[in-house]
C-alpha cells in the first residue's frame, strides 16, 4: 500500500508506515537476549584492561570514590604540591577544579555516565557497571527498530539485531563510554521528532544527548531546522512554527541547565559547557580542517593514492545518487554500494576504515527519496 504525499506542488508515492506493534512480550525477550549476550561479550573482556583512556578514567575514578565512601569525583595526586595543575598526573585528561585551598582532581568527561554507574560499582564491581553502556545499546536498537517502523520497514526485527550486535554500538557497549547513551538519546530524539505533535520530549532528547556527547547539540539544531522546514510544506503558519520549534528548544535546554547545576555543585565549576565551548571555538578556527575532515570521512577510503582514493569514493556517491533519483527505493543497490566500498578498502589491506564509509551508501538514498517529503 502507499500513501501520497504533498511536497510543494508534487505529490510522491511513499511507502505507508507499518504500524502493526510487534507483542510486547516478544520484544522483551528480543531485548533481553540482546543484553544477554552483549553481558556475555563484556564478561570475556579482562577486567582490568580497558578500551580508551576516558573509560580508564571513570574506572579509576569510581575505584577511588568506592574506597572513601564518597560520591564526589576526586582522584587525588600525590605531588600536588610541585604540579598543582595535574600535568604531569598518571591520568590522561585529568584536570583540577575548585580552589587552591580546596582542589578537585578530576578525571571524568561527563558526572551522569559517572554516577549512573556508581551504585552498580558498589554492588559488583566493574562487571556489574558494565550494564549502564549495555543498556544503553540495547535502547538503541530498540530505537533502530522503532525508527524502521516509522520508515515503513518490512522487517524492522533486523535494523534491531544489525544495530545492536553488528555495529560500532557492540563495541562502545563493552566499555564505559558515554557514547551509547548519547547515540540511544539521539536516535529516540528523532523518532520523536517523526512520530509526535509535542516537541519538547524531542528537544529533551537531544539536550540529555548533548550532556553525554557534545555533538548531539548539532543534531538537536538540525532537527529543530527540520521541524521549521516540515512546517513551511505543511503551511501551518509562522505562529504553529514558532510554537514546536519553541517546544524543541525548551526540552534542549533543561537537560543542559541540570547538567550545569550539578557540575558547579560537584566540581565548582562547569565541566561540560567549557567543553562545548571549547569545541566550538576549535571548529570555528579550524574550520578549513574540519571541512577537509568531513569529506574524507564521506568519500575516503584510506587508499595508498589519494587521488584514486577520492575518484574512487565520489564515483560510487554519484553512481548511487543517479540510481536513487532513478529509482529511490532500492535498499538492495546502497547495500551493495556498502559493500563495495568494504570490499575495495579490505582488498587494498587492513587499515583504518572512517565510521561514514558503510553509512554514506545507506544515507544518499535516503535524502533523495525523502528531500521535500512533510513529517506527517
Known sequence: MTTAVAA?????????????????????????????????????????GRLGADTGGKFATLAVMDQSGSWRPDVGYWAADADPYAALHPLHYTQVFGTDAAPRVVNVTTLPMLYAAKPLYDLGGVRLA?????????????????????????????????????????????DLWEH??????GLWGTVLVLTSPRLVAAGACFGAGAVLRTE???????ALGVVLWNDRLARRGPAAAVRRAGGVI?????????????????????????????????????????????????????????????????SIIAALTWASVARPASARRAAAAAGARVGVRLAAGWSFVTGLVGGVPLAVPGAVAGWGRRLD
Open 8 to 48: 510543494g506542488d508534487e505529490r510522491l508515492d511513499a511507502p505507508a508506515p507499518s504500524t502493526a506493534p510487534a507483542g510486547a512480550g516478544g520484544l522483551a525477550r528480543a531485548a533481553l537476549l540482546l543484553g544477554l549476550v552483549l553481558f556475555g561479550l563484556a564478561l570475556l573482556m579482562a577486567p582490568d
Open 130 to 174: 558494565m550494564l549502564v553502556p549495555i543498556l544503553g545499546t540495547v535502547a538503541v536498537a530498540l530505537g533502530a527498530r522503532r525508527l524502521a517502523l516509522v520508515l515503513g520497514v518490512a522487517r524492522p526485527a533486523v535494523a534491531f539485531w544489525l544495530t545492536g550486535l553488528a555495529g560500532p554500538l557492540a563495541i562502545y557497549a563493552l
Open 180 to 185: 551509547t547513551w548519547g547515540v540511544a538519546l
Open 216 to 222: 548531539l547539540a548539532l543534531y538537536g539544531a538540525v
Open 250 to 314: 525548551a526540552g534542549m535546554v533543561g537537560p543542559l541547565l541540570l547538567n550545569e547545576l550539578l557540575e558547579r555543585a560537584v566540581l565548582g565549576s562547569a565541566l561540560r559547557s567549557t567543553r562545548t565551548t571549547d569545541v566550538a571555538g576549535r571548529a570555528g578556527l579550524d574550520l578549513e580542517w574540519r571541512l577537509k575532515e568531513a569529506w574524507d570521512g564521506i568519500v575516503s577510503l584510506n587508499l595508498a593514492s589519494r587521488p584514486l582514493d577520492v575518484a574512487l569514493g565520489c
